[in-house]
T-cell receptor, first 114, second 113 residues
Framework: EAQVTQNPRYLITVTGKKLTVTCSQNMNHEYMSWYRQDPGLGLRQIYY???????DKGDVPEGYKVSRKEKRNFPLILESPSPNQTSLYFCASSLGTGFSGELFFGEGSRLTVL | RKEVEQDPGPFNVPEGATVAFNCTYS??????FFWYRQDCRKEPKLLMS???SGNEDGRFTAQLNRASQYISLLIRDSKLSDSATYLCVVKNLGGSGTYKYIFGTGTRLKVLA
């Protein structure tokens, strides 16, 4: 089954404790991206990757890191989480070619930073 | 001005009603357009892509108006299960072969029995 898989789905952590949210897709997609969703603000892009070893900042990259060593994986790293990073996070991927290319989303990771 | 704007609603409509949402975008060079559906605290799922000639999928019809820079979604014969938030998504091409998906904040629909 074609899918985007995120882990963990739910996480409660404390300020300053490094964490990683994993994202994996099995569709051989070139494009992958991370978003956070907060009430009233919609989906905001954190980082995206056009292909392996190619990553770039989105609209709200502060406090986050990513890597794209393999095509299928795109982990999101919070080196020193803070309470303002409490949010619902989505990973997404797309084929990336041409003008079309819908985004496929993971089920989301709900993060609480105390 | 936001790059993609939607009326947040909520739109409260009775079952069986027809409801329409609009979404405006600011980049005249935007290339691709989509409507996504998002249920509470779940991931967005593609409802339909929006083509230049307009397209229909069952009770759902999407239209693109490039001159006025908006897309629309029409839902006929609303069902209770249509209650959700509908996200407008625009794909813009950037430099060096990059591209970006821009999301509206969503329009909330509640279909009432």
């Amino acid at each position: 089954e074609a899918q985007v898989t995120q882990n963990p789905r739910y996480l409660i952590t404390v300020t300053g404790k490094k964490l990683t949210v994993t994202c994996s897709q099995n569709m051989n997609h070139e494009y992958m991206s991370w978003y956070r969703q907060d009430p009233g603000l919609g989906l905001r892009q954190i980082y995206y990757s056009m292909n392996v070893e190619v990553t770039d900042k989105g609209d709200v990259p502060e406090g986050y890191k990513v890597s794209r060593k393999e095509k299928r994986n795109f982990p999101l790293i919070l080196e020193s989480p803070s309470p303002n990073q409490t949010s619902l996070y989505f990973c997404a991927s797309s084929l990336g070619t041409g003008f079309s290319g819908e985004l496929f989303f993971g089920e989301g990771s709900r993060l609480t930073v105390l | 001005r936001k790059e993609v704007e939607q009326d947040p609603g909520p739109f409260n409509v009775p079952e069986g009603a027809t409801v329409a949402f609009n979404c405006t975008y600011s980049n005249s060079a935007s290339q691709s357009f989509f409507w996504y559906r998002q249920d509470c605290r779940k991931e967005p799922k593609l409802l339909m892509s929006v083509y230049s000639s307009g397209n229909e999928d069952g009770r759902f019809t999407a239209q693109l108006n490039r001159a006025s820079q908006y897309i629309s979604l029409l839902i006929r014969d609303s069902k209770l299960s249509d209650s959700a938030t509908y996200l407008c998504v625009v794909k813009n091409l950037g430099g060096s072969g990059t591209y970006k998906y821009i999301f509206g904040t969503g329009t909330r629909l509640k279909v009432l029995a």
